[in-house]
């Protein structure tokens, strides 16, 4: 098979073990050798996510659980801190539900700021608000323990973050900062094909989503809730069996053969890289200071064809991504996340050096 290596931000390149598991044989959704595996696997969440909060998990993509924490937990009127396409889709989200929502949308490439958290929140107007951990659109990562420090003055507001393309691959301390709920999805830095998704809710917002009444079906939180907590590691449906032998190997090897620290240390140091590369050959996208540790979006300062370029690189047996939307082209985006190691980059960026014809 001609595959091609994946440097983009989701789907990621998944490691042989993991992909293998997928295909253990299936148990029933009942037995007991389910709510085994099912606590299991939450038990090494609540270590990778630092929290003592019960999990969720979704056999759906994240979108899902975006869906149930913006539905099931806005009792007044949700403001979303967006700094992206991400941000801007959790909007989206609460429009389709029919849930009261704001937006406050930074300029891309920036972050958002604790001045701008406290401007919406003194305002009393808001009980949930949404932010973007890290924003895969404009490579931006935000400083949630800055956030987290407006977040603690206004307890009355539910924070719900989307971890989508960081949990797994920078340090978010749930607890410590004081998140409600925290959402991930299987295919980015979890290094998992793509299909399960997962989320930590906190005891306030499981009080919040008992005061809204119509919080649809699928996702529910309650309901999800209920089947963890009270009927011990369940699923009210049909769970992704496959994700969920494959989570429990790779969170085995996150948690035990690497060890997060290092693992957290191997993401900053391998996004280090990227960006003196990008830097030496174009320009990072984003503002330093904010830019992320599991992708680096690269502002195209020299006018290549980012699509031509993705043509020769197919040819080698590499992928990288466009720019999102409105800045394909005009940027693209290397995705250094889950398992990829520094020799990875190295070997994309010789044949990217060779096929541009760039020099030192
Ligand atoms: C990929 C991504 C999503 C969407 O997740 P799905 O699993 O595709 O539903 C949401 N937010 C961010 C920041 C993402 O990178």
Same mark, same amino acid.
């Given at each position: 098979?001609?595959?091609?290596?994946?440097?983009?931000?989701?789907?990621?390149?998944? =490691?042989?073990?993991?992909?293998?598991k997928?295909?253990?044989?299936?148990?029933?959704h009942? &037995?007991?050798?389910?709510?085994?595996?099912?606590?299991?696997?939450?038990?090494?969440?609540?270590?990778?996510?630092?929290?003592?909060?019960?999990?969720?998990?979704?056999? &759906?993509?994240?979108?899902?659980?975006?869906?149930?924490?913006?539905?099931?937990?806005?009792? $007044?009127r949700?403001?979303?801190?967006?700094?992206?396409?991400?941000?801007?889709?959790?909007?989206?989200?609460?429009?389709?539900?029919?849930?009261?929502?704001?937006?406050?949308?930074?300029?891309?490439?920036?972050?958002?700021?604790?001045?701008i958290?406290?401007?919406?929140?003194?305002?009393?107007k808001?009980?949930?608000?949404?932010?973007?951990h890290?924003?895969?659109?404009?490579?931006?990562?935000?400083?949630?323990?800055?956030?987290?420090?407006?977040? /603690?003055?206004y307890?009355?507001?539910?924070?719900?973050?989307?971890a989508?393309?960081?949990?797994?691959?920078? $340090?978010?301390?749930?607890?410590?900062?004081?998140? =409600?709920?925290?959402v991930t999805?299987?295919? $980015?830095?979890?290094?998992?094909?793509?299909?399960?998704?997962?989320?930590?809710?906190?005891?306030?917002?499981?009080?919040?989503?008992?005061?809204? =009444?119509? /919080?649809?079906?699928?996702?529910?939180?309650?309901?999800?809730?209920?089947?963890?907590?009270?009927?011990?590691?369940?699923?009210?449906?049909?769970? &992704?069996?496959?994700?969920?032998?494959?989570?429990?190997?790779?969170?085995d090897?996150?948690?035990?053969?690497?060890?997060?620290?290092?693992?957290?240390?191997?993401?900053?140091?391998?996004?280090?890289?990227? /960006?003196?590369?990008?830097? /030496?050959?174009?320009?990072?996208?984003? $503002?330093?200071e904010?830019?992320?540790?599991?992708?680096?979006?690269?502002?195209?300062?020299?006018?290549?064809?980012?699509?031509?370029?993705n043509?020769?690189?197919?040819?080698?047996?590499?992928?990288?991504?466009?720019g999102?939307?409105?800045?394909?082209?005009?940027?693209?985006?290397?995705a250094?996340?889950?398992?990829?190691?520094?020799?990875?980059?190295?070997?994309?960026?010789?044949?990217?050096?060779?096929?541009?014809?760039?020099?030192?």
């Amino acid at each position: 098979m001609n595959h091609k290596k994946l440097f983009i931000p989701g789907p990621v390149e998944v =490691d042989e073990g993991v992909l293998r598991k997928m295909a253990t044989p299936m148990i029933g959704h009942r &037995s007991s050798e389910w709510s085994e595996l099912q606590q299991r696997v939450s038990e090494k969440l609540q270590t990778l996510m630092y929290t003592r909060n019960p999990i969720i998990l979704s056999a &759906s993509s994240g979108t899902g659980l975006l869906e149930m924490a913006i539905r099931c937990t806005t009792a $007044k009127r949700a403001i979303v801190f967006s700094v992206g396409a991400f941000g801007n889709r959790w909007h989206e989200i609460a429009e389709g539900n029919g849930v009261p929502a704001d937006k406050h949308e930074a300029e891309w490439g920036s972050g958002t700021t604790p001045e701008i958290v406290e401007r919406y929140l003194s305002t009393g107007k808001y009980d949930l608000a949404t932010v973007t951990h890290n924003e895969t659109s404009t490579g931006v990562m935000n400083h949630v323990e800055e956030l987290a420090e407006v977040f /603690r003055k206004y307890p009355d507001v539910l924070w719900c973050v989307d971890a989508v393309s960081s949990l797994g691959g920078a $340090k978010i301390e749930v607890d410590k900062l004081g998140i =409600d709920i925290c959402v991930t999805s299987s295919q $980015k830095a979890l290094g998992l094909p793509p299909g399960l998704s997962l989320a930590s809710v906190s005891e306030k917002a499981k009080q919040r989503a008992q005061r809204i =009444d119509k /919080r649809g079906y699928y996702f529910d939180m309650l309901l999800l809730l209920q089947y963890v907590v009270e009927r011990k590691f369940q699923y009210p449906s049909t769970p &992704s069996i496959s994700h969920t032998f494959a989570l429990d190997f790779a969170l085995d090897r996150i948690l035990n053969q690497e060890g997060l620290e290092a693992r957290f240390a191997r993401h900053r140091e391998i996004a280090e890289y990227v /960006r003196s590369w990008a830097k /030496r050959h174009f320009a990072l996208f984003p $503002k330093e200071e904010y830019a992320s540790n599991t992708v680096t979006c690269i502002s195209n300062t020299r006018q290549i064809s980012v699509k031509d370029l993705n043509g020769k690189l197919a040819e080698r047996g590499f992928t990288i991504s466009n720019g999102y939307g409105a800045l394909k082209e005009k940027t693209f985006r290397i995705a250094h996340m889950a398992e990829l190691q520094k020799t990875d980059l190295e070997e994309l960026f010789g044949h990217i050096e060779e096929i541009l014809e760039l020099t030192g």
